[in-house]
């Protein structure tokens, strides 16, 4: 049990104040006093707009999953889990709401903010882990990863004096200890098998009716960028139970991690620009070990 191997600093932790736990997810935000009604534009849309996406039933698998958290995984690790992950989403929500409350060429907040925010709860995937709870941290750190980034369009080609950069850095490297750490897969699924998940919002799954000039009113983009917090919101949280429920849990972070990696180079983010042909910074090492992974069990099953 975690109570008799960590005794000490996990305990301490969740008994804390919850002001002091509310600090602690503090960011260092730009100054907002610049941020004013958002005037993004959104691109024309069709009078009919696509309906949200319904959630797909997931396809069967040969034999049960594995590699799902263990049914003995203490309650206490359980409870920190759960509740450093309700912070993660608390402090991401508030950063959108300010995103949404700027003016359109203002950088009050930027990737930078999401990422660093992200980062400051390494420390509790390094507790779940070394209180052996492995597969909990795993999907910590993987939460965190899908909590790292928003707001890329007012971000181009910034990556606020390397702060981005390092903290991807940082989290790729206790992701990667963790991916090594972590028992391979027995359950083996191709991308086209995994259970879907919704795709990243787009302002064709807008539901505000029709844009008479050809363009949204400042009504209607108040309501789209609400409904875009929402879906990305369910979006993050539909991944997370996907590999919280086990299987193979190498295609499904490798399938995520891809997909925010190719998001995040076209707006230049997590990319150096100072070195000339740079790749994305973007949990490289992570991404890649995921690929190794991959490639030696497709090896395998050609032999």
């Known amino acids: 049990m975690l109570a008799a191997t960590r005794p000490g600093a996990l305990q301490t932790w969740l008994?804390?104040?919850?002001?002091?736990?509310?600090?602690?997810?503090?960011?260092?935000?730009?100054?907002?006093?610049?941020?004013?009604?958002?005037?993004?534009?959104?691109?024309?849309?069709?009078?009919?707009?696509?309906?949200?996406?319904?959630?797909?039933?997931?396809p069967a698998v040969a034999a049960k999953p594995t590699n799902a958290a263990s049914k003995?995984?203490?309650?206490?690790?359980?409870?920190?889990?759960?509740?450093?992950?309700?912070a993660v989403e608390k402090r991401h929500i508030e950063l959108d709401k300010k995103v949404k409350a700027m003016?359109?060429?203002?950088?009050?907040?930027?990737?930078?903010?999401?990422?660093?925010?992200?980062?400051k709860h390494l420390p509790t995937v390094k507790k779940l882990d070394t209180a052996g709870e492995t597969v909990l941290a795993f999907n910590f750190a993987m939460a965190l990863a899908d909590a790292s980034h928003r707001n890329?369009?007012?971000?181009?080609?910034?990556?606020?004096?390397?702060?981005?950069?390092?903290?991807?850095k940082k989290m790729d490297a206790v992701l990667l200890a963790l991916i090594n750490k972590r028992e391979k897969?027995?359950?083996?699924?191709?991308?086209?098998?995994?259970?879907?998940?919704?795709?990243?919002?787009?302002?064709?799954?807008?539901?505000?009716g029709?844009?008479?000039?050809?363009?949204?009113?400042?009504?209607?983009?108040?309501?789209?960028?609400?409904?875009?917090?929402?879906?990305?919101?369910?979006?993050?949280?539909?991944?997370?139970?996907?590999?919280?429920?086990?299987?193979?849990?190498?295609?499904?972070?490798?399938?995520?991690?891809?997909?925010?990696?190719?998001e995040l180079v076209q707006f230049g983010v997590g990319v150096l620009h100072d070195v000339k042909g740079s790749p994305s910074t973007y949990f490289a090492e992570s991404i890649a070990r995921l690929e190794e992974f991959i490639a030696e069990r497709e090896a395998a099953a050609q032999t």
């Not at 991308?191 to 064709?204: K, M, S």
């Open 185 to 208: 897969p027995s359950v083996q699924l191709n991308v086209e098998d995994l259970p879907e998940v919704p795709h990243r919002w787009t302002d064709d799954d807008a539901e505000v």
């Open 152 to 168: 890329i369009t007012t971000s181009k080609f910034s990556g606020e004096g390397g702060s981005c950069v390092e903290a991807f």
């Open 210 to 262: 029709v844009f008479k000039t050809g363009r949204p009113n400042k009504q209607q983009r108040n309501a789209m960028e609400r409904q875009e917090m929402e879906w990305e919101k369910e979006r993050r949280a539909e991944r997370r139970g996907r590999r919280e429920e086990g299987g193979d849990w190498v295609q499904m972070a490798l399938v995520d991690l891809k997909a925010d990696r190719d």
């Open 103 to 119: 003016s359109p060429n203002s950088r009050a907040i930027t990737v930078t903010n999401y990422t660093t925010s992200a980062a």
């Open 15 to 58: 008994q804390a104040p919850a002001e002091s736990k509310r600090k602690r997810d503090s960011t260092d935000d730009h100054n907002d006093d610049d941020e004013g009604t958002s005037g993004t534009v959104a691109k024309k849309t069709s009078a009919s707009k696509t309906a949200r996406p319904k959630k797909q039933a997931k």
């Open 72 to 86: 003995n995984t203490s309650k206490e690790a359980k409870k920190l889990y759960k509740e450093t992950l309700k």
